[in-house]
């Protein structure tokens, strides 16, 4: 288990406008990354990977019906993950389980020459960054 300190981050919850789309794109994900499911509801999910989870809820409070990552609020999340070759094979898998590949044009250089990392949207306009621990080139 990581050793809890002051500042680190516990928890993130993500409000969805389909609790079944974010089950099917978010799920394959934080499942490939290594997260575990940890909680389970009618309205909602989490993964949790260490001391850290991820939650998905369609909330019966919400106020507008899509997400829009332009808009104040949540961007994007950004995970590690172990090596250039690694996010490769989720580039290529990403596309069955919802999620599309950003900026195809720059992909993998995207974020700068310095990282190898993926940047995917999912069906209801989220976005998760993927960066390289390692950002040297597949062999």
Do not use: K
Not at 5 to 25: K, R, Y
Not at 66 to 89: S, Y
Not at 101 to 114: K, T, V
Not at 115 to 133: H, K, P, Q, S, W
């Amino acid at each position: 288990m990581t050793r809890l300190a002051g500042g680190m981050l516990h928890h993130v919850e993500i409000w969805v406008p389909d609790l079944e789309h974010a089950i099917a794109s978010f799920g394959w994900l934080l499942d490939a990354l290594g997260y575990t499911l940890f909680q389970s509801w009618d309205n909602g999910r989490s993964w949790r990977l260490g001391a850290t989870y991820l939650v998905v809820e369609q909330s019966r409070a919400l106020t507008a019906g899509e997400h829009d990552r332009c808009r104040p609020g949540l961007n994007h999340l950004a995970f590690h993950v172990e090596d250039p070759g690694t996010v490769d094979v989720l580039v290529a898998e990403a596309p069955r389980h919802g999620w599309s590949l950003m900026f195809p044009d720059r992909h993998p250089h995207a974020g700068g020459e310095q990282t190898y990392a993926a940047y995917l949207e999912n069906t209801d306009g989220f976005e998760v960054e993927l960066v390289a621990i390692n950002p040297s080139e597949p062999d």
